[in-house]
């Protein structure tokens, strides 16, 4: 009897129709009249199970039906209980004890009616946090400390793949064995452990998702929120790869972006400009101070007005300047930018980008030494052939005077000597216009006559400097190709040997008939051209023949040896180097196979491609 008033006690029917409710209230008044007929309270205490239906019929039925309990249980009290039985005559203490009655009634009734108000504002609150669960899109989950679940929300309930009633009551780990030993695991059982909130992210794998999850320890257990981040992961991603696609095809193209916080003075950029620079990522913080350090110490000024001129409005930032990169190389950056203003007309911002201009200004460079070389080298032609003709007259006299028989045999002597520099003076200008003129289709060449004509011209210098010369000719040594290119080819290589050669110094120089080496059955002729000089390192060696690179700093092209090897390939052939710098083992030795003949495939007015 007694439990099933304490879960009545625990109901609400406010919301019940009020024939429901005032039968209720009936009910109660009758189940207390049923109790209050029993020997030990019919005299003694007759109000007693009154008061019991007035204080359910307040807390179940509201406050008519209590009103309602409350008088009909003082008249049922009175007739059937207080003397004389049967009977509705009150005495003046009958009479007060009934009016105590209805007072002690309404105070229970009152009492009742807020504590039931109570109740239905919690439940209320309660229904309105459930319902704000239900409805969130993070997962809410509630853990008592042996890791049973007291709450799941449907998206919580989720991630064991069950519904919210299913999950409630079970223990976590038993419902999502997969959890255990994972980070979610060992994250959640810290939190409980420690008592300390805790925040981490992590991939659920039958799910396919990421989640962001917040664990909040309490008196009770634990309170852990999940969060799906997986779009937000996947955009981050996508921007990360988006960002390093970016960023490599910057530092492919040596190109680096940059952007300038003028009201902050934060500075943001590429990986492309530390590379730009020749300095490692993040080596140095970006910032304005640290840019400036990359300038060469003699552009600075320049590059800082032309800053400020932007500043001012004046233009955009427009500037080439040079940088030194730790291995003490030099190169050239173009930095282009355009400052952003505020609805202020004040700075805000500055954009721009770097690029790398070292080969353009390299090409500007060997493009005016070429074209002093060309001048040079047209101006000696001319000379060459204006020359000639005195030359020859010259030549006419001396064999006139040598004719004279009235000199003296030491005059004589003069004349003879006069004719030998005059036939040497001859023999350079021949040399000059050789190299100067050139046919347009391929010929027959000697090359061990080519490059005794070569070396001759270099024959002063070999002699000042007493370099030993060792040469070993073959006259048979014949190809078909264009004099004049091939006549560059050894000058080029005989003045590189030359230049590498200390005094006193050895050059040895080889022409023979030979076979390519990666096909025996093509004829050529190979010439060899050997110094005894220190050899070339073995981090050189590859870049040799490209183009503008060159050891000779100030004094070098950096092209001679790379338009070599295009004109050996242009005739079908092969050029090699060996070197080494081992003590006692130092030179360098290059080695060009011309094939006997060559295909030339005319492209366009003196364009010409070698085929085999």
């Known amino acids: ?19 429901v409710r005032y039968g209720l209230a009936l009910l109660f008044v009758a189940e207390a009249l049923a109790l209050n007929s029993l020997p030990p309270a019919r ?21 008519g039906p209590a009103v309602m309990t409350s008088v009909l249980s003082s ?38 009616l807020q504590t039931s108000a109570a109740q239905l504002a919690a439940m209320e609150s309660q229904n309105r946090l459930a319902e704000a669960l239900r409805s969130i899109t993070e997962g809410f989950i509630t853990f008592s400390p042996d890791w049973t679940v007291t709450y799941a929300n449907p998206t919580g309930a989720q991630l064991f793949g069950l519904a919210p009633d299913q999950v409630a009551g079970a223990n976590a780990w038993i419902l999502a064995p997969e959890f255990v030993g994972t980070p979610v695991y060992h994250n959640l059982q810290k939190a409980m452990r420690e008592r300390q909130p805790l925040h981490f992210e992590s991939y659920h794998a039958p799910l396919g998702r990421w989640y962001r999850i917040a664990a909040f320890p309490g008196p009770r257990g634990l309170t852990a929120i999940f969060q799906d981040i997986s779009e937000a992961r996947e955009t981050a991603e996508a921007l990360r790869i988006t960002d390093r696609r970016l960023q490599f095809a910057q530092v492919a193209a040596k190109l680096g972006s940059w952007e300038w916080n003028l009201k902050t003075g934060e500075v ?19 910032n304005v101070e640290n840019w400036t350090n990359f300038i060469h110490p003699e ?51 500055m954009l721009g980008i770097g690029m790398d201009i070292t080969q353009h200004k390299q ?35 001396l064999y ?62 070999i002699e000042s400097r007493k370099i030993k010369l060792a040469s070993d000719f073959d006259p048979g040594a ?46 050529g002729a190979r010439i060899i051209i050997a110094d005894s000089g220190n050899g070339i390192p073995a981090h050189q060696r590859k870049k040799v023949f490209e183009p503008f690179f060159t050891t000779k700093q100030d004094v070098g092209t950096g092209l001679g040896l790379w338009v070599s090897r295009e004109m050996v390939h242009k005739h079908g052939g092969q050029i090699r180097l060996r070197s080494s710098t081992r003590p006692n083992r130092k030179g360098t030795v290059f080695s060009v196979f011309l094939p006997a003949e060559i295909s030339i495939t005319i492209n366009g007015p003196s364009n010409y491609r070698a085929v085999s």
């Not at 047209?378 to 005195?390: K, Q």
């Not at 004589?412 to 040399?431: D, K, N, P, S």
């Not at 190809?479 to 040895?508: H, K, P, Y």
Request: glycine residues 6%; negative net charge.
């Open 400 to 461: 006139l005077l040598r004719q004279t028989e009235s000199w003296d045999e030491r005059a004589h002597w003069y004349v003879a000597q006069a004719e030998r520099e005059l036939a040497r003076v001859t023999h350079v200008a021949r040399q000059t216009l050789g190299f100067y003129r050139d046919t347009t289709s391929p010929c027959e060449v000697n090359l061990s006559k080519t490059v005794d004509e070569v070396v001759s011209l270099y024959l002063p210098r």
């Open 478 to 523: 014949e190809v078909m190709g264009f004099a004049g290119e091939i006549r560059q080819v050894i000058s080029n290589l005989v003045a590189n040997a030359l230049d590498a050669l200390d005094e006193g110094g050895t050059l040895v120089i080889r022409v023979h008939r030979s076979r390519e080496m990666t096909d025996a059955a093509r004829p």
């Open 75 to 112: 008249f049922l009290a009175k007739f059937f209980f207080i003397p004389p039985y049967y009977s509705l005559v009150l005495s003046a203490t009958d009479f007060g004890r009934i009016l105590l009655f209805l007072l002690i009634s309404l105070v229970i009734t009152s009492a009742a």
């Open 268 to 286: 943001w950029w590429t990986e492309g400009i530390w590379a730009l620079h020749g300095h490692p990522v993040g080596s140095v913080t970006p």
């Open 299 to 349: 552009d600075r000024e320049r590059c800082q007005q032309a800053v400020e001129q932007s500043l001012a409005g004046t233009g955009d930032y427009d500037v080439e300047y040079r940088t030194i990169w730790p291995d003490g190389t030099v190169h050239w950056i173009g930095s282009r930018g355009r400052v952003i203003f505020d609805e202020a007309q004040q700075p805000e911002r």
């Open 1 to 19: 009897m007694y439990r099933f008033i304490y879960r009545l006690a625990h109901l609400d029917l406010y919301q019940e129709p009020t024939k």
């Open 43 to 63: 005299t003694a205490l007759p109000f007693i199970f009154f008061f019991g239906a007035v204080a359910l019929s307040a807390r179940l039925c509201g406050f």
């Open 363 to 397: 090409a500007e460079d060997a493009l005016r030494k070429s074209e002093k070389l060309a001048a040079a080298g047209r101006l000696a032609a001319t000379i060459a052939h204006e020359i000639n003709n005195p030359l020859a007259a010259v030549t006419n006299l």
